[in-house]
Each structure stands twice: as structure tokens, then as C-alpha cells.
């Protein structure tokens, strides 16, 4: 199978700052658009970070913009989420998927996932 490792959560507090990473194994995204989801309990599945085939396209949501910063390095089939100024409402599971396409803002066009890592921020 497919496999998306996530890694980098932890504990931190407000205001702190986190660098996720996802390594892709038993093929390449290159040519795939990819995104950084998070779940929090009680809440559905959001997609916080997107990027293009090429890394050049990037979206965010409106609640994350300009704190978050979505990149990648396709000879290494990495993807990564730096994280500054964290929120307790950040608090969540963050998963990273590859889209179908060359770049997606839709959840339903995501069809690779892997496991999540957790990032707990206090207040």
C-alpha cells in the first residue's frame, strides 16, 4: 500500500511554532496536488493547506492564513507544514493526503491519506 508518514506534533504553547513533515513511500506524488487536514474532536475533517503539483499554487483557510506555510520538495517526495503563532484552537490530529489531480481545495478529490500526528497547543 501507499503509505503518507506524518510526523513533527507535539506539545507546545501559545505562540510556539511547529515544523510537520510527510515522507510518501511506494511512489511518487510529483505530478499530485497534496494538502495538510486536521480533526479536531467533535469536529469535522478540515483542510487547512493545499499546494500544487509544482509548489506553485498554495491555498489556506481563512484560519490559518498567515501563520501556516504549506511547502514541498518533490526529489525527496516530502511535504511540509510550518506552523508559527499557534492557537489552543489548533489543537488537533493533522493528517497529510495527496489529491487525484494537479491541485485540489476540494476533500472529496483527496485519495491518498496517511496516519495523523497530533499537536496539542496549551493556553
Known amino acids: 500500500q501507499v503509505q503518507l508518514q506524518a510526523s513533527g506534533g507535539g506539545l507546545v504553547q501559545a505562540g510556539g511554532s511547529l515544523r510537520l513533515s510527510c515522507v510518501a513511500s511506494?511512489?511518487?506524488?510529483?505530478?499530485?496536488?497534496m494538502g495538510w487536514f486536521r480533526q479536531a474532536p467533535g469536529k469535522e475533517r478540515e483542510l487547512v493547506a493545499a499546494i500544487s503539483w509544482n509548489g506553485g499554487i498554495t491555498n489556506y483557510a481563512d484560519s490559518v492564513k498567515g501563520r501556516f506555510t504549506i511547502s514541498r520538495n518533490n526529489p525527496k517526495n516530502a511535504l511540509y507544514l510550518q506552523m508559527d503563532s499557534l492557537k489552543p484552537e489548533d489543537t488537533a490530529v493533522y493528517y497529510c493526503?495527496?489529491?487525484?489531480?494537479?491541485?485540489?481545495?476540494?476533500?472529496?478529490?483527496?485519495?491518498?491519506w496517511g496516519r495523523g500526528t497530533l499537536v496539542t497547543v496549551s493556553s
Open positions: 493526503a495527496a489529491a487525484r489531480g494537479a491541485v485540489s481545495w476540494n476533500r472529496d478529490q483527496y485519495n491518498y
Open positions: 511506494r511512489r511518487t506524488f510529483s505530478n499530485n496536488g
